[in-house]
């Protein structure tokens, strides 16, 4: 499984970004699938998830309401809309798959910055 995140950059505050994840190696039947992004001198912290299937969406509450997490699965690929950017957004950017029943995060890409200015 490969995961190629892109779409980071530097937005002012206020601003909007969507973020690109194209996954290949596999079909993702039944895989979630998921953005997680790690601010300067923090731990990685979860942002959003959705279900390839049903494409049901789960958001961290820091972000509820100013994300997006969608998916194209003719396209393989997930995408994250941020709206309302804030410099506290500013993270690296990480797309993430987990196999069905599994209980961690199995597969992740390399991340892709996102530098928010005030």
């Known amino acids: 499984v490969q995961l190629q995140a892109s779409g980071g950059g530097l937005v002012q505050a206020g601003g909007s970004l969507r973020l690109s994840c194209a996954a290949s190696?596999?079909?993702?039947?039944?895989?979630?699938m998921g953005w997680f992004r790690q601010a300067p001198g923090k731990e990685r912290e979860f942002v959003a998830s959705?279900?390839?299937?049903?494409?049901?969406?789960n958001y961290a509450d820091s972000v509820k309401g100013r994300c997006t997490i969608s998916r194209d699965r003719a396209e393989n690929t997930v995408y994250l809309q941020i709206d309302f950017l804030n410099p506290e957004d500013t993270a690296v950017y990480y797309c993430?798959?987990?196999?069905?029943?599994?209980?961690?995060?199995?597969?992740w890409g390399q991340g892709t910055l996102v530098t928010v200015s005030s």
């Open positions: 993430a798959s987990r196999r069905p029943m599994s209980n961690s995060w199995n597969f």
């Open positions: 959705i279900t390839w299937n049903l494409g049901t969406t």
């Open positions: 190696g596999r079909t993702f039947t039944n895989w979630l």
